[in-house]
């Protein structure tokens, strides 16, 4: 194991993975309100879109890893760009209909976890492989809410005055 292992406790995995979900989602229900200026987090930029596209590709790339492990094969390599690219699609209007379809993705992967996740026994969860995380360690990796926070309410009254 690495010494950035997530931490994990007695919480369902499944359930991590779902809470950050609906945290992100809460959060992006007031992004419609979104300025159209970034945000900058650390060294990079969020957006509204950027966070969903950023929670997505996160649940659907360890997904893939988890699917890969399961089967007995490799997981596929990381070629993601991650937060380090901002695309024009990451800069557009966050509108009412991008957060229903973002509702309906999100949700959806966050299910197929939830379904896949409950599937495995805590053996196979806790299971080591070499130096990869256990698979339930993944899962409470994908429990962070840094892309939404990183965005955070955009509601007026918790937008900083200027």
Known sequence: MTDDSPATDGRDPALVI?????HALRLARTWPAWDGRPIPAGDRVYTP???IRRLGDHLVDHLAELEAR????A????????????????????TAADLDEAVSRLTR????WSL???SLDA?????AEGDAWTLRQVAFHLGST???????????QHQPRV
């Open 18 to 22: 779902e809470s950050a979900v609906a």
């Open 49 to 51: 879109h950027k966070a």
């Open 70 to 73: 399961v089967a007995g094969q």
């Open 75 to 94: 997981p596929p390599p990381d070629h993601w760009h991650a937060s380090a690219v901002t695309t024009p699609a990451d800069l557009a209007a966050f």
């Open 109 to 112: 992967l966050a299910r197929i």
């Open 116 to 118: 896949r996740l409950h």
């Open 123 to 127: 053996e196979r969860l806790d299971r």
């Open 146 to 156: 840094y892309y939404a926070d990183a965005v955070g309410d955009l509601t007026p």
